[in-house]
């Protein structure tokens, strides 16, 4: 395995270019997050955004449609005409056709004499075209020691399918010039949870089975599949996000402290995490997993319609927009801890949110309802607000022995003045620091995609109906009944 690039510290001045530049991520989420890091002084003079797609129109066009979209997506006091202007003279706009070599001329020719900059290529497009983008980008002289390339996800759609790109794209690029993106990995509170795991004595005698009873990830959306029914079809809520977003966060949650915050001694133990995944093969595949989708409903008070009747989505389609499951890490600290993840689109509320419930006292003195005994719960929650919660008991005022849970939380934001950073902005800035920590490793991939394979494989071979729930609840009552079957239910119906 590559040693990772040193840290600079420092971002230096880079050219990045954004290879599906008229694209939904880019639009939304890339260009105002290179805005806001502008205004904050990070985009070194000299630095330059190249925005790079199929879509044949000139800058001046290009500017237009990203204006828009940042008025959209920065809030009304960070758009000001002067801090556009400023922003805008970065930007630049080529039409490559990704299939076409003589695109990549032109791409060269705008980049020409700038080998010494630091070069972040961005592919946020069809994960089919990586390898074609790649070769292209090698044959005309693009790809230099100093060239990063950004994969974002779906990295694949199987474990072959993601090793097929990883080959192609690691015959151009050395493994430390590899960032495989996934931003839950850059949300701040994924960030806290590793200060409070290493940077805090009081939890790690606690991190362990005999003191933690049972972990919940909760990822719920309440959008639906947004104009993207023929892309999510593909791909579903496991793949989506369960093999990502969900499984990042149980490494996070359960790998044991790396000897460094060096990107391969983190990577390295959230390795051995993924491989420690218990796996979930056929006849679990029917206890240890739920699958739904959702029904017509209401979303905020709107109805809404059911997913098979989404634009683009086929009528008789099985794909899931919700997944419910049972992970189990076999390790010696985690041996008997169920990991209970669950995810879906049109579910009651947007809410991210960790919940690590902890063993109950051995033996209770007090008298009354068994309220007054529920366990002590650490909650983390990464969105809509970030919050770090721990629920203990205390004694209710009175005469009377009573006791309730009651919140020991951090204050986050009043403690800082500082405000958080988004993910793709911190991510970005890491990609042209060459800070690969947050970022998942090619062996990390192949691991998370060795234990979501059994799964889908497990649910094609099993004819029963995929189940549904309607829009605006928190998914099907399979997904209750998995968890209650061990005595346990999900923080909301607690
Ligand atoms: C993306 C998925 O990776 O994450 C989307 O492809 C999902 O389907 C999104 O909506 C959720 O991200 P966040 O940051 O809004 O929780």
Redesign the pocket.
Known sequence: MDKAQPLTGQPASFDMLLFGATGDLALRKLVPALYRRHLAGQVVAGSRILGVARTSQTREAYLAQIEETCRKYLRAEEFTAERWTSFAALIDYVTVDATQIQDFHKLAAVLSGRDDVVRVIFLSTAPSLFTQICNHLAAVGLVTPKTRVVLE?PLGQDRASAEAINQSVGAIFREHQIYRID?YLGKETVQNLIALRFGNTLFEPLWRRGRIRHVQIT?A?Q?GVEGRGQFYDQTGALR??VQ??LLQLVCILAMEPPASSDPNAVRDEKLKVLRALRPITDRDVQTKTVRAQYRAGASNGQAVPGYLDEAGVPADTTTETFVALKAEIDTWRWAGVPFYLRTGKRLAERL?EIVVTLEDVPHSIFEGPSSDRSPNRLVIRL?PQESITLSILAKQPGETMRLKPVNLALDLAGSFKEKPVDAYERLLMDVVKGNLTLFMRRDELDAAWRWIDPIREGWARNDEKIKSYVSGSWGPAASSALISRDGFAWQDES
């Open positions: 996800k931003h990822v959306e959008l989506d996000m990502s977003h991210t969105q």
